[in-house]
């Protein structure tokens, strides 16, 4: 009885990860692309993925993403600080640190302090031949700064690249597939995957699903993203995990500001 009990919210799951790749798949490669001239970037970040769009030229944009997680090893929390600049149109670099994180904060062992930091560039080409498809290169090389003795950061450095393909394929629908490698210097390499849609559900906000896998754990992620107004975008996504390796469930929080040139 013990082990239908467990296995019950698993199969949930994965018949609920099964219906997310039915709506995702067939609307990343099958549904006709509407013209150039209709894009609009929808939002300007998702939660466990990476985005085809770049800054423009000397545009700035910084994001503050608090985070949960809870799991069976105990519940952590974070604060990511990121910063993306636009050298060109098309290239951007990026600057991602783990400002403060805390491992079981309601336990008196609870550790605290720094975490790791990512430096990344990425190249996209946009309405690719004038249509309504796009593609971005990336590159990340993660530095360890916090405690991986305390669980604070991975304790090792690594690289990872990843390609994006992404589609407007109708007025208010996006949708994106990225997939990559990390090469962890002491490590073998691990590969990911990520597939997104993000639909306009009015004037200012937008509903977005990832299904988010790597060798290790599966995440569904839904989320919310609203701009209330110009420049400013709020967010909250709620990473589930879909298998046995991955966090029960994280809360994800975006406070996004873009600055112009």
């Not at 690594?158 to 390609?163: F, W």
Request: charged share 25%; hydrophobic share 40%; proline share 4%.
């Amino acid at each position: 009885m013990e082990m239908k009990r467990q296995m019950l919210p698993m199969m949930k799951r994965e018949k609920l990860f099964r219906l997310t790749c039915s709506v995702i798949l067939p609307a990343l490669f099958f549904t006709g692309p509407v013209v150039a001239d209709d894009v609009e970037e929808l939002v300007q970040e998702v939660f466990k993925s990476d985005l085809v769009y770049a800054q423009e030229a000397d545009e700035i944009q910084f994001t503050f993403a608090p985070q949960y997680t809870e799991s069976s090893e105990g519940a952590t929390w974070a604060l990511p600080i990121a910063i993306e600049y636009g050298i060109t149109d098309n290239l951007q670099v990026e600057l991602e640190w783990v400002s403060h994180t805390q491992n079981n904060p309601d336990d008196e062992s609870a550790n605290s302090g720094i975490g790791d930091v990512e430096i990344g560039l990425q190249y996209s080409w946009m309405n690719i031949a004038d249509s309504s498809f796009h593609t971005a290169l990336g590159v990340e090389i993660s530095i360890p700064f916090g405690d991986d003795k305390k669980e604070l950061g991975e304790g090792e450095k690594s690289l990872a690249t990843y390609l994006i393909l992404a589609a407007d394929v109708s007025e208010g629908l996006h949708t994106y597939m990225q997939l990559g490698a990390e090469f962890p210097e002491h490590e073998a390499r691990e590969r990911f995957l990520n597939l997104g849609v993000v639909a306009s559900i009015g004037e200012n906000t937008a509903f977005t699903l990832e299904y988010n896998w790597d060798e290790e754990a599966e995440y569904l992620t839904p989320g919310l993203a609203w701009s209330p107004i110009e420049d400013w975008e709020l967010g909250v996504g709620v990473p589930m995990g879909i298998n046995n390796d991955a966090d029960d469930f994280q809360l994800i929080l975006h406070v996004i500001l873009e600055i112009g040139a």
